[in-house]
């Protein structure tokens, strides 16, 4: 396993130290309803949840711990579960289900032009592994069936997307 010292560095390869210019970015999470989904690293299980979400996470240079708050409060009351008229009316905590939070760097890539993405909204790794750490603790202080990967990990994460039911969520701005 990394060392938060290792994993801060290898993201530092990715990372430009651009200014952040324009509006104001929104934390970005992609939630799928899963069966199963699990996380590995170094070939060992390091998450693994049943029925639920897995939530790739990234976090951006103007996030803040109450976008990470809000962020987890949005997942865990999105309702993507059927209820008993097959309608997507049930939220995770509804059902008790499992949460898996996942890292995910790139997430916070523009890519709205060119063949490379840009990563000049992204937090630089320092703040990422700070934030998701604060993500991990307030999730954990919230609700009882969570598990995560690990921030800056080559990892392998595997799941069954049940429907498949996809959400990209942003946590609303300070600007609107």
Known sequence: MLTNKQAISKLQRF????????????MISIIQRVTTARVT?????????DAGIMALVAVEKEDTRKDAERLLERI???????DDNDR??????????????VPQFTLAADTRKGNRPSFISAAPPEKGLQLFGYL????????A?????????????SLINNGPVTFILRTPGRDG
């Open 15 to 26: 990372y430009h130290g651009e200014r952040f210019h324009g509006n104001r970015t929104l």
């Open 41 to 49: 690293v170094n070939n060992q299980e390091i998450g693994k949840i």
């Open 76 to 82: 865990l009351n999105y309702r993507v579960f059927a």
């Open 88 to 101: 997507m009316n049930l939220s995770l905590r509804d059902i008790n289900g499992g949460l898996l939070l």
């Open 136 to 143: 991990q603790d307030f999730a954990i202080a919230t609700y």
């Open 145 to 157: 069936n969570v598990q995560f990967g690990l921030f800056g990990a080559d990892m392998r994460v």
